[in-house]
């Protein structure tokens, strides 16, 4: 069954206070959960902010710190899943947008590993 990367888009900065982050934080555990029960869940990562990133280029042979790419949103965190197609996988991935009140996108993963 094909893999789909939901990639989370964050906007830079503090995150929302608890009484904001707390609640959306139930509700994506609890669609994880679902995730989990239909079997389409595979795994799910937070990530540190994007300042925390380093970038290694392989040509200049040269690491700088910082993203990759300097913006207002960074990618926090993903989720992987398995789904039948790729409307099953965008069902699933408004449904994350609509928990998170974020960006969500959706990315077919190119090459699994046998």
Not at 59 to 81: M, Q, S, W
């Amino acid at each position: 069954m094909p893999e789909y990367l939901l990639s989370i888009y964050q906007p830079d900065g503090d995150p929302p206070p608890p009484e904001v982050l707390d609640p959306i934080m139930e509700n994506l555990a609890t669609l994880n959960d679902e995730m989990r029960r239909t079997g389409v869940w595979v795994f799910a990562m937070g990530l540190h902010p994007a300042s925390t990133a380093t970038v290694v280029r392989p040509r200049e042979n040269l690491i700088t710190d910082g993203p990759y790419a300097e913006g207002k949103e960074h990618v926090g965190g993903f989720t992987v899943i398995r789904a039948a197609d790729l409307d099953e996988a965008l069902s699933w991935g408004r449904r994350m947008a609509a928990v998170l009140t974020l960006p969500v996108e959706v990315r077919p993963i190119a090459f699994e590993e046998k």
